[in-house]
C-alpha cells in the first residue's frame, strides 16, 4: 500500500515567487506526510532561492537549473528525488492543493494495481465557454472539444476532457497542472527535452506515450480537490506562443501519431478546420485578439510547413524570436 511519505512533490518555476509562496502556503499542512518537495527553479533573480531558504524546513528543497525548461527541469527533479520515493507528484507553481488531494490520489493507486500515473480534475474555463456551433465544429475536424468523463487523444490537435467528472475515469492523457506518475516509469521513459523552455505539449506527450505502453495505466479522479490559479507571469507573448503552440503540435503528430493512412488524413484535415474556424471567429467577433490569433496562426503555418524535416528530426525552437 502507497503512503504519503512515498511522494515527493516536485515544483518548477520561473520567476514567480508570488505564486510559488501560495502554493507552498496551501502545501504546508502535508508537509509532514509527504517525503519531500523539491523546488527546481530556472529563475532569472535570486527571490525564489530566498524564499525556500527562509522557510528552514529540511523537507523543502532547492534545486537551480540554468536552462529555463519544463521538460528540464522535471526530469532533473526526478533525478533529484530522494531514494525512498515511490510516487512522484508534479504540480505547476500556481495551484492551491485541497486538504484531501493526496490522499485521494492515493486511494486511486491503492485500488488500481494497474495504475502508473493519476492527476486531479482541473475543470477547463474554455471548455465552458465554447458555443454549441463551435463545439459541433471541433468535433467535424478532430479538435480539442468537452465529453462527458472521457479524455482521449483524437488528432494531434485534438484531446477530449470532460465538462465535469463524478467518478474516478480511464484517460489517454492527463494534464501537467498536476500529475502524479509511479517513480519506476521514469527508469524507462523521461519528458521530452527537445521541447525546451515554455511548452504546451510537453505533458500530454509524456502521459499518451505511457498510455500507448500501458493501456488503461492513466486515471483521472474528481475526488482530489485542486485549483489552478492560473498566473499570466512568464508566458510568452502571443505571437511567439502561436509559434511554440503550432510546431508542437506538429512535432506530436510525427512523434507519436501519422503511423497509417487515417492518422495522416485526420492530421490535415484538423489544420483545414483551424484555418476556417480562425477567420470565422474574427469576422463573427471583429476583435483585434481574434485578428491576431488568425495572423499568427497563418506565419506559423508557413513556418512549419517549410520547417518540416527539422521538426520531425527534433529541432523545435529555431525560430526567430517574436
Not at 95 to 122: C, P, Q, R, S
Not at 123 to 152: C, H, Q, T, W
Amino acid at each position: 500500500m502507497y503512503k504519503a511519505s512515498d511522494i515527493s512533490v516536485i515544483i518548477p518555476t520561473y520567476n514567480r515567487v508570488v505564486d510559488l509562496k501560495l502554493t507552498l502556503l496551501a502545501l504546508k499542512k502535508n508537509l509532514k506526510d509527504l517525503r519531500e518537495i523539491i523546488i527546481v527553479d530556472q529563475s532569472t533573480d535570486k527571490k525564489t532561492y530566498e524564499l525556500i531558504k527562509k522557510i528552514r524546513n529540511r523537507k523543502v528543497k532547492y534545486v537551480f537549473s540554468k536552462t529555463p525548461s519544463i521538460t528540464i527541469a522535471r526530469n532533473l527533479g526526478v533525478r533529484k528525488a530522494s531514494g525512498g520515493t515511490k510516487i512522484i507528484c508534479f504540480i505547476d507553481d500556481d495551484v492551491d492543493i485541497g486538504e484531501n488531494y493526496f490522499n485521494e490520489i492515493l486511494k486511486v493507486f491503492n485500488t488500481h494495481k494497474e495504475a502508473k500515473g493519476v492527476a486531479a480534475y482541473v475543470s477547463s474555463p474554455e471548455i465552458l465557454k465554447m458555443g454549441k456551433a463551435e463545439k459541433i465544429l471541433r468535433k467535424i475536424f478532430f479538435l480539442s472539444y468537452s465529453e462527458e468523463e472521457n479524455a482521449r487523444i483524437i488528432s494531434a490537435y485534438g484531446n477530449t476532457y470532460p465538462i465535469s467528472l463524478s467518478k474516478v475515469i480511464n484517460s489517454e492523457w492527463i494534464s501537467g497542472v498536476n500529475m502524479n506518475y509511479l517513480k519506476t516509469v521514469f527508469i524507462r521513459q523521461k519528458f521530452d527535452e527537445n521541447l525546451l523552455g515554455y511548452t504546451i505539449a510537453e505533458d500530454i506527450d509524456f502521459s499518451y506515450r505511457l498510455y500507448m505502453k500501458y493501456p488503461n495505466s492513466l486515471f483521472i479522479t474528481p475526488y482530489a480537490k485542486l485549483t489552478h490559479r492560473v498566473s499570466n507571469i512568464e508566458r510568452y507573448p502571443t505571437e511567439k506562443m502561436s509559434f511554440i503552440n503550432q510546431i508542437d503540435h506538429f512535432y506530436f503528430n510525427f512523434k507519436n501519431l501519422n503511423k497509417n493512412w487515417r492518422e495522416k488524413v485526420i492530421f490535415i484535415w484538423s489544420l483545414i478546420g483551424i484555418s476556417l474556424l480562425r477567420p470565422i471567429k474574427f469576422l463573427i467577433s471583429r476583435k483585434m485578439n481574434d485578428y491576431l490569433k488568425m495572423k499568427f496562426y497563418i506565419k506559423s503555418l508557413f513556418y512549419c510547413i517549410k520547417h518540416i524535416k527539422m521538426i520531425k528530426e527534433g529541432i523545435l525552437r529555431d525560430f526567430k524570436e517574436k
